[in-house]
C-alpha cells in the first residue's frame, strides 16, 4: 500500500488555499442566487379596490357554533383601506346573519398581495389576501383566514350594480 503526502492536502498548502477560496466563493454566489429577490411592484396599493364589490367566504368554525360556515354580501371598498357593507350567512345550516352591516379594514402592497379585516357584530376575521385579474380588468381578491380555529376561503369580486348590459 502506498502512503499520500497529507501535506499537499493540507489548508497550508497554497493551491489548496485557492481551492478552498474559488469553492467558498462559487458557493457563496449560488447562494445568493437563490435568495428571492425584492418584492415585485405590480402597480397595486389600497386604490385598486375601490367601488362595489361582492363578498363571498365559506369555511368552517371549530368554536360554537361549530360547523359549515357560508356568508355573502355587498361590500363598497373606498380605495384608502376601508369599506362597509351588509351580509347573510349561517354557521352549521343556522342563518345567523341577516342583512347585517359589516365594516372593516384592508392593505394591498404593491405585489398585490395584502391583508383584509372584517369586523362582524359578535367577532372578526383577518383574512390574507391576493389580488388577481377580474372582470372588466379590475381585480378581485381571493382570501384565505388566517385565524385559529376556522377554516375559510373567499372572493371579493367587482361587481356592477344593475342588470342593464349597456350601462357602464
Not at 383601506?81 to 347573510?88: A, L, M, Y
Request: charged fraction near 15%; aromatic fraction near 6%; glycine fraction near 12%.
Amino acid at each position: 500500500m502506498k502512503s499520500v503526502d497529507l501535506k499537499s492536502f493540507s489548508i497550508c498548502n497554497p493551491s489548496a488555499r485557492l481551492l478552498c477560496r474559488t469553492l467558498a466563493v462559487s458557493a457563496l454566489m449560488l447562494g445568493l442566487s437563490a435568495i428571492p429577490a425584492s418584492a415585485e411592484d405590480n402597480g397595486c396599493s389600497n386604490a385598486t379596490l375601490k367601488g362595489d364589490y361582492a363578498y363571498a367566504v365559506s369555511g368552517s368554525a371549530t368554536i360554537p357554533p361549530a360547523g359549515f360556515v357560508a356568508i355573502l354580501g355587498r361590500i363598497a371598498l373606498d380605495g384608502k383601506g376601508s369599506f362597509t357593507g351588509s351580509v347573510n350567512g349561517s354557521i352549521a345550516g343556522i342563518v345567523i346573519l341577516k342583512d347585517v352591516a359589516v365594516t372593516g379594514s384592508y392593505r394591498i402592497a404593491s405585489d398585490c398581495t395584502g391583508t383584509l379585516t372584517t369586523d362582524y357584530p359578535a367577532f372578526t376575521a383577518h383574512w390574507s389576501v391576493v389580488l388577481v385579474e377580474g372582470a372588466g380588468g379590475q381585480r378581485r381578491a381571493d382570501l384565505v383566514e388566517t385565524d385559529a380555529e376556522t377554516v375559510g376561503t373567499g372572493t371579493v369580486s367587482p361587481m356592477k350594480i344593475g342588470c342593464d348590459p349597456h350601462r357602464d
